[in-house]
């Protein structure tokens, strides 16, 4: 049965993964429709979805429904954090970030380089000694 209608076939393939990883067998049926009408093909005409036997549909929907939850605390601002500039190493122009992405990597809005937004949880060396 299918649990899960992805977005992308990525986002399908991981959730099987993250489904798999604890213990519940599923598999992903991608997009890859090609469907001419007149002008062209439309992609998704198929959505990616991700199927369960029927056994693990409770296990599947609860693990899922905490996938959902981390997705949307990660993407939502953090109360009491300021939005954190960033200037960009590739073509020198500063962006904002909310404060929440502190110490994660994203793509410049400008040119698409990726930046590292506030500090980062390494040292400059990456552990390198001076020896």
């Not at 489904?19 to 519940?24: A, F, H, K, R, S």
């Not at 369960?52 to 409770?58: C, H, K, Y």
């Amino acid at each position: 049965m299918i649990v899960y209608t992805a977005a992308t076939n990525v986002e399908a393939h991981m959730i099987v993964e993250m489904l798999q990883t604890n213990g519940v067998p599923a598999h992903a049926v991608d997009d890859q429709s090609g469907v001419f009408l007149g002008f062209g093909t439309i992609s998704q005409f198929y959505k990616p979805n991700v199927w369960v036997d029927e056994a693990s549909i409770q296990k599947a929907a609860d693990l899922i429904r905490d996938f959902e939850e981390m997705r949307r605390s990660r993407n939502t601002q953090v109360e009491g954090t300021d939005d954190l500039s960033v200037n960009c190493e590739n073509c020198g122009k500063t962006s904002s970030f909310p404060g929440s992405l502190d110490g994660k990597t994203q793509e410049c809005p400008h040119c698409g380089s990726y930046v590292d937004v506030g500090g980062l949880p390494w040292a400059d060396d990456f552990g390198e000694s001076d020896d």
